[in-house]
């Protein structure tokens, strides 16, 4: 059996990579370790119901905090991704056979902790069809029916490998946001998301409206990888263009001595700038800040988008 605890087991092929050092975080970046009561019990209602969050698996800095409050992101369809991107903490390899009853679990660890707004992730699964799409839907239609009043924000996957059609499958669902983030500038997908398409990425988020014009749509990139002012600027009119509502940005942060290297720290009145810029390209919502994650005060972020789109529309609330 894999270890995922050990290194080189949960991510084999970084093993004989040239480490890159991890230069030391400035103080923007320092976090709390999770130590409340509302993180500790959290923490119990995911390992009740044997469930996996993203918050653990990727190294998350925010989880002390998101915890403490009930707010865990489920990932669901194992912890073993069939991807190996540079900046990414999840296991890679063989995943394991989809569990048909982890839909119900999720569902009933979300009305547990009595979210008002789920995030619900997953893995890469290019092992299977479909690339679980229809896990996600059976996900999507049990917490619906457990909580009908809970906002569903998904991140998927890319569906690279799959038909077309299987995104019809999520978008039927009809979760509240669909979100599939770019990761990074086209430019650096060769060395840190070598298994994607920037493009493909785009096309899907292009696609969710096209199926569905209503559905929020959601992206984000990480900075500090090696980009640059202009790139990201060009990030942001592709999403655009795509009429994607949602931009995050946040900091790259080098899960281990073999993952991609941190290029440098982005100071906060960087990430003020990009915010200004995006909301002057015309996004609903912007969170971009050295602590964003895709994830992070979503269920915040997310009145706040709809509210800004229900004045644009002269809705009343």
């Not at 290194?7 to 976090?31: F, G, Y």
């Not at 893995?123 to 239609?141: K, P, W, Y």
């Not at 999403?239 to 982005?266: C, M």
């Not at 609903?284 to 972020?301: F, K």
Request: hydrophobic residues 35%.
């Amino acid at each position: 059996m894999r270890d995922l605890k050990i290194p080189t087991q949960r991510h084999p092929e970084k093993a004989h990579k040239v480490d890159n050092p991890q230069p030391k975080k400035p103080d923007w970046i320092r976090v709390k370790a999770p130590v409340s009561e509302g993180y500790k019990k959290t923490r119990d209602i995911m390992r009740d119901n044997s469930l996996v969050t993203v918050c653990e698996e990727a190294g998350c800095p925010n989880v002390g905090e998101c915890w403490s409050q009930g707010h865990a992101t489920m990932m669901i369809m194992g912890d073993i991704c069939t991807r190996g991107c540079s900046f990414c903490n999840i296991a890679t390899g063989k995943p394991s056979n989809l569990d048909i009853f982890e839909p119900g679990r999720v569902a009933v660890a979300v009305k547990k902790l009595d979210l008002k707004h789920v995030v619900i992730t997953s893995v890469d699964r290019d092992d299977l069809e479909d690339g679980g799409a229809d896990h996600f839907a059976q996900t999507i239609r049990a917490v619906r029916k457990q909580s009908p009043d809970t906002t569903i924000e998904i991140l998927t996957p890319d569906f690279l490998k799959c038909e077309d059609s299987i995104l019809e499958t999520v978008v039927s669902a009809k979760p509240d946001v669909f979100n599939h983030n770019l990761e990074t500038v086209p430019g650096l997908y060769p060395e840190v998301r070598p298994g994607a398409r920037y493009f493909h990425s785009l096309r899907l988020l292009q696609r969710v409206k096209e199926l569905d014009n209503s559905m929020f749509t959601k992206s984000g990139i990480m900075v500090g990888l090696g980009e640059d002012k202009q790139a990201v600027a060009q990030v942001m009119d592709d999403l655009r263009s795509a009429e994607v509502d949602f931009l995050t940005i946040g900091q790259y942060l080098q899960p281990t001595a073999k993952h991609h290297g941190v290029d440098r720290f982005v100071h906060p009145d960087e990430f003020r700038a990009y915010e200004q810029a995006a909301y002057g390209k015309g996004f609903l919502m912007v969170s971009a800040s050295p602590l964003t994650r895709s994830s992070y005060h979503a269920g915040e972020d997310f009145k706040k988008m709809r509210k800004t789109r229900y004045l644009k529309l002269g809705i009343k609330l």
